[in-house]
C-alpha cells in the first residue's frame, strides 16, 4: 500500500468541500498517523486525548465536533464508546 494514498485521496475528496477546515485537516493527518502506528489496523481504536495530542488540539469540544463532522462528511466511520477505559472505533474508507 502506498503509505501516502489514503492522504491524497482525502486531499482531492476535499478539495470542493467548502465544509472541510484547517482543524478537520489535522485531525484527519493525525488519525493517518495513528492508524501507521498501529500497522494499518482497520478499525483503530482512539481516545481522544491521543489524536489532540498528535493533532496539536486543546479543546476537546473542537476535536469532538471536528471528528463527528468527518464521519457525518463521510471521510472516516467514528463509532464513540462513551467508556473510560475503552477507546473509540475509526474506519478508514478505503
Known amino acids: ?3 501516502l ?3 491524497s485521496a482525502f ?7 467548502p465544509r472541510i477546515s484547517i482543524t ?3 485531525i484527519y493527518a493525525a488519525l493517518l498517523q495513528f492508524w501507521k502506528i498501529n500497522q494499518y489496523t482497520n478499525p483503530i481504536q482512539i481516545f481522544s486525548y ?3 495530542d498528535i493533532a496539536k488540539i486543546s479543546a476537546p469540544a473542537t476535536y ?3 471528528i463527528r463532522d468527518l464521519s457525518a ?3 472516516i466511520h467514528y463509532e464513540p464508546s462513551f467508556k ?6 475509526v474506519y478508514f474508507s478505503l
Open 1 to 3: 500500500m502506498d503509505t
Open 5 to 7: 494514498e489514503p492522504l
Open 11 to 17: 486531499f482531492t475528496a476535499i478539495e470542493k468541500d
Open 24 to 26: 478537520h485537516i489535522g
Open 50 to 52: 491521543q489524536i489532540m
Open 64 to 66: 469532538h465536533k471536528c
Open 73 to 75: 462528511f463521510g471521510y
Open 84 to 89: 473510560r477505559n475503552q477507546g473509540s472505533k
